[in-house]
C-alpha cells in the first residue's frame, strides 16, 4: 500500500499540475481518457495476472486476443467520432501518396510520405504487439502489483525523454514526482525480496 500511494502521488506530482493550472476550461476529452488509462491498465494486470495463472503457456494466443480487442476497439471510436462507417474510413491517409522522382529535395518529401505509415507500423507492431506479447510472459513470473509499480515509472521515463531530447525544461514537481516514483519502485523490490512463502496444509513451504 505505501508503494501504491508513492506511485499515485508520484505521478500526480508530473501529470496533474498543468491541468490545475490550466483550470477546468483547459481540461479535454483527451486529459479525461489519460487520466482512467491507470484504472484500465491496473484492472488488465489484474485480469491478466489471474489469466496466466490458470494459461502458463498461451502467452501468444492471449497477446493476439488483446491485439485483436485494441483493433476493433480503435476502430469503433474511429467510427464513432467521424460518423463514418469502417469502409469510409479514409485508409489511404497511412499509405504514401507517392512522390516524384523529378521533385526538388526528393529526400525530404520522401520522408514525409513515410511518416504515417512508418508511425503505424511502429505502435502497432512495437509498441503494441510486441509489449503485450513481452507482458503476457512477464505476468508467469511477476505479481500484478509489483508490475503495476515498475510500470507506474513510466511517466517518469517520458519526462527524462523529453528532456534529453527534446529539451523540456525539469521543475520542483518533476523532481518530487520522481523521487516518489522511484522510493515506490524501491519499497515495492525490498517487499518482494523479504517475502516468506506460507507453509501449506503439510506445514511445508508452498516453494
Partial sequence: WTATA????????????????NGLAG???GDVVALGQPLGFGASYI????TMEEHPDDQTPLAALQC???????????????????SELPWERMLPSGVDPLAP?????VMHEW???VAVAYTGLISTALTIWIQAHIFKRLPATDASVILATEP???????????????????????VFIMGALFISMGDGETETPAPNATGQSSE
Fill in 156 to 178: 517518469l521515463w517520458a519526462v527524462l525523454c523529453g528532456y534529453l531530447l527534446l529539451g523540456d525544461a525539469l521543475g520542483m514537481k518533476d523532481a518530487v514526482g520522481g
Fill in 68 to 86: 485483436v480487442l485494441t483493433a476493433l476497439t480503435f476502430l469503433v471510436i474511429a467510427s464513432a467520432s467521424t460518423g463514418l462507417g469502417p
Fill in 105 to 109: 529535395e526528393v529526400a525530404t518529401a
Fill in 115 to 117: 511518416t504515417v505509415p
Fill in 47 to 50: 485480469l491478466l495476472s489471474q
Fill in 27 to 29: 481540461l479535454s476529452l
Fill in 6 to 21: 508513492l506511485a499515485v502521488a508520484g505521478v500526480a506530482c508530473l501529470e496533474l499540475p498543468g491541468v490545475i493550472e
